[in-house]
């Protein structure tokens, strides 16, 4: 009887060990194994580990980068994977980071090198951290449930609307929607999620992955109307790292010459052209 | 007849009234129409509020206005006049950006637009070398514009110089409102310009967790969510005490079938994430049409998910009163709800006393949990200032208002024990020492606070019994009273 549970207890013991080596192994993706020969260029970059890129992302943006099992997919995933193999480094995603935390994460310091969200490059942001030359051309979207009246973003006034914590979607609702109460959620999925429950009347957030997303997963919202910010994406370096933001800025540069940012861009966007040049 | 031909007569005429007031409409309409090569499309001012949402006169903030070319036109020079006693920054500054609506669902920079500008309190005036071309848009932004300190509704004058070289006047946009400086924003300001706290915040670390301008701006921001939070803990949690209650009978009923259907509650309950329950709560429950008003909603939940908590509180703490009361209650002739009013709730009561508060602890710090579904509370409003500001210095200050409340609740728990011992005859300080951390929700923690075996009390508890007519609440004796 007492081995009996002694045996049951080494079970769960052993259980637990593999469960938390399973949560580990998530979040540290492949050690890399060769970073011979790039060492001479990347040694003046003040990275976290060496020959690593540690970043940072939300992992909520289709189809720029998202989550597909553990491992993140995407436009922006293959664009930096090009960059950071340009760059002799090995990438490393840290888990899921909240979005509002990112920002303040790079210019801490200390957690990652780099952080990639679909970040829009702006001035209050800049007091921060420091940006890359950017990558994507963007705008706001304001998106209601397929059945609603509404036609424009100015129509809620004094109404519930919702955008994702952080983001420039609600900071432009913030200012712009006079008297409207702006909810901010963690994840832009779950703003749909309270839109599709009507909590909210329209979300705010970046028009591309708007359309991804309606298209794909949301077919019972609709677009309203796509908001003229003309906002740019670009990576997120500490203001202490100009040697890593240089070298970022230039391998961008010679993918967006030889044509490689191009290819990856259809890849993804097959009926765009891309706009960065 | 007279007067059909009279009508005859007639008709040119107003047919002729009619031609003329069509041909003035259009005049008046055609102008209104094309006239202007650019129109506003909106102006704003950035909140500057720390931690609000408000524009402060006298204080930095970014204006932005936005306008459209007209079809076919171009536009060679905008100025935009402010209202009178503004002033700008030392470090203001003009961003303009000119955006292709050629596609319009994929507006874009146009990277080639030239411009000067010359900007003073009283105006700025952009000189666009190109022009901007017809249809596009244009974003005119000034850094560190500061508003006239007296609140009010402040609009900007428009003016322009089309392709043709004529000017055009598009007179006031929409006011923005501005409201006078708050006490606390003087103090914010005042602040930032003492050199220990510039000296303070050079490092990093002091920068962006214990920032005394943040510290200072949250204070009152954060105030009102505190209420907030504290609100739907007092509203949910008295509401779970009965539910809790009512729920501990069912799991002691004689009959199978309550005693299942509550197991189930109270397992379900406990055996899920509050997170989770809210969760289904905010994106389940609409589906179904369901659609209570948020807060409502949020201390229904917490009141749901803490009676579960109650229940086996309040089940370990009745189950740990001695047989022999029961026993004795029956021999002095009361039936079973009297025993339980009379005799065991009163001693429960004293026993599930620190549980309880513990428990009140716990439900208070999980409102932050209704932050992840939009219910403005503390940990929502500490999350929009950090956003704003990207300074994590809110999060600490909402930390502090949380320790307001559990701090003095953790000490009552200790002298909950200590009385309870005390009266329990049992004077073990350090027991109940250790059972005042007992923080986490785990199964056994209400029957720790209520011993399984008790033996002391019964005489105690008989002794005013005897006496039921006479004393109100028998349960408490004139021992226990003088340790209360």
């Known amino acids: 009887m007492m081995s009996m549970s002694k045996k049951v207890i080494a079970v769960m013991a052993a259980l637990v060990l593999a469960l938390s080596m399973a949560l580990v192994g998530c979040s540290s993706g492949t050690p890399s194994t060769d970073t011979g020969g790039a060492t001479d260029t990347t040694a003046d970059l003040k990275l976290l580990k060496e020959g690593v890129l540690t970043v940072g992302s939300d992992c909520d943006y289709p189809p720029f980068i998202s989550l597909e099992g553990e491992k993140p997919v995407g436009f922006e995933y293959d664009l930096l994977e090009v960059i950071a193999a340009d760059l002799g480094l090995t990438l490393e995603y840290l888990p899921p980071q909240s979005f509002d935390t990112l920002i303040t994460a790079v210019q801490g310091g200390g957690k990652m090198d780099l952080a990639v969200s679909s970040l829009t490059i702006n001035d209050e942001r800049k007091e921060s951290v420091n940006f890359c030359t950017p990558y994507f051309d963007s705008n706001q979207a304001c998106v209601t449930l397929a059945s609603s009246n509404y036609t424009k973003a100015s129509d809620f006034e004094g109404k519930t609307v919702g955008a994702q914590s952080g983001t420039t979607g609600f900071d432009w609702a913030q200012e712009n929607i006079p008297g409207a109460t702006v909810k901010p959620y963690n994840q832009t999925s779950e703003g749909l999620a309270a839109l599709q429950a009507g909590s909210i009347e329209a979300l705010f957030f970046d028009a591309p992955i708007a359309e991804y997303q309606l298209q794909t997963n949301y077919p019972d919202m609709k677009m309203i109307e796509v908001i003229p910010t003309a906002e740019q994406y670009g990576f997120a370096v500490s203001k202490d790292n100009p040697a890593l933001e240089k070298a970022v800025n230039d391998s961008l540069k010679k993918l967006i010459d030889d044509g490689t940012y191009a290819e990856i861009f259809k890849q993804y966007f097959p009926n765009l052209e891309p706009s960065i040049k | 007849m007279k007067h059909s031909t009279a009508a005859r007569a007639l008709r040119p005429a107003v047919a002729l009234v009619a031609v003329c007031f069509l041909v003035l409409g259009l005049f008046l309409a055609l102008p209104a129409h094309d006239a202007f090569a650019l129109t506003t499309d909106r102006t704003t001012a950035k909140s500057n509020e720390d931690g609000g949402k408000s524009v402060i006169g006298g204080d930095p903030t970014r204006l932005s206005w936005e306008g459209t070319v007209g079809a076919d036109e171009t536009v060679s020079s905008i100025t935009l006049e402010f209202p009178a006693d503004c002033r700008l920054a030392d470090d203001a500054y003009v961003k303009v950006q000119e955006i292709i609506m050629d596609d319009p669902a994929r507006p874009v920079h146009d990277e080639s637009i030239v411009y000067t500008e010359e900007l003073t309190p009283e105006s700025l005036t952009l000189e666009f070398a190109n022009g901007l071309r017809a249809n596009n848009k244009v974003i005119v932004q000034v850094y560190g514009f500061i508003l006239p300190a007296v609140s009010g509704d402040y609009a900007i004058g428009v003016s322009y110089v089309d392709g043709t070289g004529a000017s055009h006047d598009l007179g006031d946009s929409p006011a923005i409102s501005a409201v006078a400086i708050t006490t606390t924003q003087r103090i914010v300001n005042w602040l930032s310009e003492q050199e ?282 004139p021992e226990q009273h003088d340790s209360q």
Do not use: C
């Open chain 2, 196 to 477: 220990w706290v510039q000296a303070w915040n050079s490092v990093k670390f002091l920068n962006i967790f214990l920032n005394p301008l943040w510290i200072v701006a949250s204070i009152p921001n954060l105030f009102f969510g505190w209420l907030r939070s504290i609100g739907l803990v007092l509203l949910g949690f008295p509401l779970a005490i009965p539910v809790g209650l009512g729920i501990s009978f069912l799991r002691m009923s004689k009959l199978r079938v309550l005693r299942f259907i509550s197991s189930i509650y109270v397992n379900v309950i406990r055996g899920t994430p509050l997170f989770l329950q809210i969760y289904i709560a905010w994106f389940g429950l609409p589906l179904l049409g369901i659609k209570p008003p948020d807060y409502a909603l949020g201390f229904l939940v917490l009141a749901m998910n803490s009676s579960a908590y109650l229940a086996e509180i309040f089940r370990a703490g009745i189950q740990s009163i001695h047989k022999g009361q029961f026993e004795a209650a029956s021999s002095l002739g009361m039936n079973g709800a009297q025993t339980m009013f009379f005799v065991i709730i009163p001693q429960t009561i004293r026993r599930v006393l620190p549980t309880m508060t513990s428990e009140f602890i716990l439900l208070f710090k999980d409102t932050s949990l209704l932050a992840a579904v939009g219910v403005f509370e503390m940990m929502n409003f500490a999350k929009i200032s950090v956003n704003v500001s990207g300074n994590m210095t809110p999060y600490v200050v909402a930390a502090g208002y949380y320790l307001l409340v559990t701090l003095p609740l953790i000490r009552a728990i200790s002298v909950f024990e200590r009385k309870l011992a005390a009266s329990d005859g049992r004077e073990t300080p350090s027991d109940s020492k250790k059972k005042g951390k007992g923080d986490d929700k785990d199964e056994g923690s209400g029957e720790n606070t209520a011993p399984q075996t008790k033996r002391v009390g019964l005489f105690k508890t008989i002794a005013p019994l005897s006496a039921v007519d006479a004393q109100p609440s028998p349960g408490i004796t």
